[in-house]
């Protein structure tokens, strides 16, 4: 075992060499490198890439459920609900392809995984089912980490090419007809505002299922 070398030490690099190069950089290779060390020394840690996002998606729920502990309870599910997915997107926007990381990964702290069950507490006492309390749940994330995934792609694709995204551009080589294609794609904003209000859209749908 690389003498001073930890799990703790492997997802700290892991997750800067997420924010210099981006996911498609980040292998064992190149971790092994940034904490020069031969590569071998990291498979006492961590056995392979999957389980090297394990544990850094495991690291940024960790501050999600931190973060969300200093959140005072709302006057409804609905509030607390709204209040965890904007949490989890502020933290996964703190890294480059934060959302990516968190794609088909499984949380390795017992701990994490336990503070959901106050989520669920809370959203049976709304009158969910706990089927539907764990469904809510797992919609919301997912609305979360595609919506943060697809934001972060747009912006550095944006950053790269910054007429990537041209309305005009793209209103000329639609050519004629798609009139409401076109307007759509004016009416689009991004950031806080969209994320609001598709985040609405979810939510809404899920009071009304409650309410069948």
Do not use: C
């Not at 950089?25 to 890439?49: E, F, G, I, M």
């Not at 499984?106 to 969910?128: N, Q, T």
């Not at 919506?147 to 950053?159: A, K, L, N, P, Y």
């Amino acid at each position: 075992m690389a003498k001073g070398i930890t799990r703790e030490r492997i997802v700290a690099a892991a997750l800067e060499l997420l924010d210099d190069q981006g996911m498609d950089a980040l292998t064992v290779r190149a971790l092994a490198s940034r904490l020069q060390v031969a590569a071998p020394a990291l498979y006492w840690h961590v056995r392979n890439k999957q389980e090297l996002l394990d544990e850094m998606s495991t690291f940024v729920m960790r501050r999600v459920t931190d973060a969300l502990s200093q959140v005072p309870p709302g006057a409804s599910w609905r509030d607390d609900v709204a209040a965890y997915a904007r949490v989890l997107r502020s933290q996964y926007l703190l890294h480059r392809d934060g959302a990516r990381i968190f794609s088909g990964t499984r949380i390795s702290d017992p701990d994490v995984v336990k503070a959901k069950e106050p989520w669920l507490a809370r959203l049976r006492g709304a009158g969910f089912t706990l089927a539907g309390a764990d469904d809510a749940l797992d919609l919301v994330t997912a609305f979360v980490v595609g919506f943060v995934i697809e934001e972060q792609e747009r912006g550095q694709s944006f950053g790269a090419d910054p007429d990537r995204y041209s309305l005009a551009e793209r209103d000329a080589w639609l050519g004629d007809g798609a009139e409401l294609v076109k307007a759509a794609g004016h009416l689009r904003d991004d950031g806080e505002h969209r994320f609001e209000r598709q985040l609405g859209v979810v939510l809404d749908g899920l009071a009304a299922d409650l309410d069948r």
